[in-house]
C-alpha cells in the first residue's frame, strides 16, 4: 500500500483480558518494528522483523507480550492479560533492508490502547 | 548504549519566524545516522529530515535544515518561515549503522507551537 496502516486505531479493553494490533507495512519493504509510546517512558523499541524473522526482541517488557510475522507483510502483536501500565500506543514502522540512510523507517498512525 | 536528549520539552514560535530545536546524543560509535521526526495530534510520526553521519555537508529539505556538529554530538533542526501545520511534537532519533541494530533510539520530544 501506500503507506503503513495499524488497525485498530483505537482499543479499549478490560485488565486481564488478551489483545492483537495489527501493522500492514509499506508493500515491498522487509523490515517492521513495533515501538510503544508512553507518557512515562516516552518511545520505546519493541521487536525488530527481518522478513518473518525477529532477530532483535530486546525490547519486549515481559513475556505477556509477543509478536509474529507472515508472509513477510503483515505483523500482529499480541499482547495476553492486560495489565493498565500496558496503556500506550503502539506505533509500527516498516523499511527497506539495504544498508544505509534507504533503510529509513516510516511509521503507521499507531494504535492507541487503553486498559481499564 | 546510545542516548538522545531533546532539552526543550516546549518551544514556541511566531509565524514565518524561525525557530532551532536542539538534540544531543552520546555514542561511542563513528558512524550512525541521525533523524527528526514530527509527530502532530493525528499521532502519525512524519519524517522531516535526515543526516548520514559520515557526510559533513548539513542535510537540507525546503524549509528544514539541520546543524550536524559531529564532535560536539549535536543535530539541531532549523526551521524557517514557520507555519501554523509545523506546530507539532518533534523526535531526533538515532540509528546504528554497525552490526544487526535496527531500531531507533528517541529523544523526549519538543512541543512546538507556532503562533499567528
Known amino acids: 500500500g501506500a503507506g503503513v496502516s495499524q488497525s485498530p486505531s483505537n482499543k479499549v479493553t478490560e485488565k486481564g483480558k488478551d489483545v492483537e494490533l495489527r501493522c500492514d507495512p509499506i508493500s515491498g519493504h522487509t523490515a517492521l518494528y513495533w515501538y510503544r509510546q508512553s507518557l512515562g517512558q516516552g518511545l520505546e523499541f519493541l521487536i525488530y522483523f527481518q522478513g518473518n524473522s525477529a532477530p532483535d526482541k530486546s525490547g519486549l517488557p515481559s513475556d505477556r507480550f509477543s509478536a509474529e510475522r507472515t508472509g513477510g507483510s503483515v505483523s500482529t502483536l499480541t499482547i495476553q492479560r492486560t495489565q493498565q501500565e500496558d496503556s500506550a500506543v503502539y506505533l509500527c514502522a516498516s523499511s527497506l533492508v539495504s544498508g544505509g540512510i534507504k533503510e529509513t523507517q516510516y511509521f503507521g498512525p499507531g494504535t492507541r490502547l487503553l486498559v481499564l | ?116
Open chain 2, 1 to 116: 548504549a546510545q542516548t538522545v536528549t531533546q532539552s526543550q520539552p516546549e518551544m514556541s514560535v511566531q509565524e514565518a519566524e524561525t525557530v532551532t530545536l536542539s538534540c544531543t546524543y552520546d555514542t561511542s560509535e563513528s558512524d550512525y545516522y541521525l533523524f527528526w521526526y514530527k509527530q502532530p495530534p493525528s499521532r502519525q510520526m512524519i519524517l522531516v529530515i535526515r543526516q548520514e553521519a559520515y557526510k559533513q555537508q548539513n542535510a537540507t529539505e525546503n524549509r528544514f535544515s539541520v546543524n550536524f556538529q559531529k564532535a560536539a554530538k549535536s543535530f539541531s533542526l532549523k526551521i524557517s518561515d514557520s507555519q501554523l501545520g509545523d506546530a507539532a511534537m518533534y523526535f531526533c532519533a538515532y540509528r546504528s549503522a554497525f552490526g544487526s541494530a535496527r531500531q531507533l533510539t528517541f529523544g523526549s520530544g519538543t512541543q512546538l507551537t507556532v503562533l499567528p
